[in-house]
């Protein structure tokens, strides 16, 4: 059974840039969270979507945007990237959103 | 605001000799307190979720437990290959509560 994959797994970025990360959680999942990972604030939650309805939305400027597709599949974005957006930044598949999540390895992106 | 608090920051073991891990958390009504591991570089690995005060969890040389206000990984005769850091999280039921509330971990670090 495959698990959630993210894509791409490193990324580097000037600031002002934008920049769209993808997830494809496990078959059957149609739950998709996203967490910004860092050394100072650990693991904070960012959105989770379900059917294609965003349901929760963590404190994050609106520069973080994000999107659910019929399969499941889920992608965020970000504008107008800061320094301070540099991150790992994981996805997390469930089946409900009430289940246990299963993260992906994640995306590293530096903003430089 | 559910608030997730994990001690120690780090712990530092030799192969063998056993620990635990605490877990303190405050949610309005929970849902489920989950435990991951997560190797540098990588997305966290689940591990249990508990439900209920008084429920226990075991898995090879893991036990995660629960009470009303914290819960507790115990590590049996750790081995090298448990070092990572340990990650706590909570889900609470109030409304439509989808997101999972992290604490900034354990570093656990096992000498041979």
């Known amino acids: 059974k495959a698990g959630v994959t993210q894509t791409p797994r490193y990324l580097i970025k000037t600031r002002g840039q934008q920049v769209t990360l993808s997830c494809s959680p496990i078959?059957?999942?149609?739950?998709v969270s996203w967490y910004q990972q860092t050394p100072g604030q650990g693991l904070q939650f960012l959105f989770e979507?379900?059917?294609?309805?965003?349901?929760n939305k963590g404190n994050f400027p609106g520069r973080f945007s994000g999107r659910q597709f019929s399969n499941s599949r889920s992608e965020m974005n970000v504008s107008t990237l800061e320094l301070g957006d540099s991150a790992l930044y994981l996805c997390a598949s469930s089946i409900d959103g009430t289940a246990e999540a299963f993260f992906g390895q994640g995306t590293r992106l530096t903003v430089v | 605001e559910d608030q997730v608090t994990q001690s120690p920051e780090a712990l530092r073991l030799q192969e063998g000799e056993s620990s635990s891990l605490n877990c303190s958390y405050t949610v309005s009504g929970l849902r489920g307190l989950f435990w991951y591991r997560q190797d540098p570089g990588k997305g966290p690995e689940f591990l249990f979720t508990l439900y209920s005060a008084g429920e226990e969890k075991e898995k090879e040389r893991l036990k995660a437990t629960l009470t009303k206000k914290e819960s507790f990984l115990h590590i049996t005769a750790p081995k090298p290959e448990d070092s990572a850091t340990y990650l706590c999280a909570v889900q609470g039921s109030g409304g439509s509560n989808y997101k999972l509330t992290f604490g900034k971990g354990t570093l656990l670090t096992v000498n041979p």
């Open positions: 979507y379900f059917s294609e309805t965003q349901r």
């Open positions: 078959s059957g999942h149609r739950s």
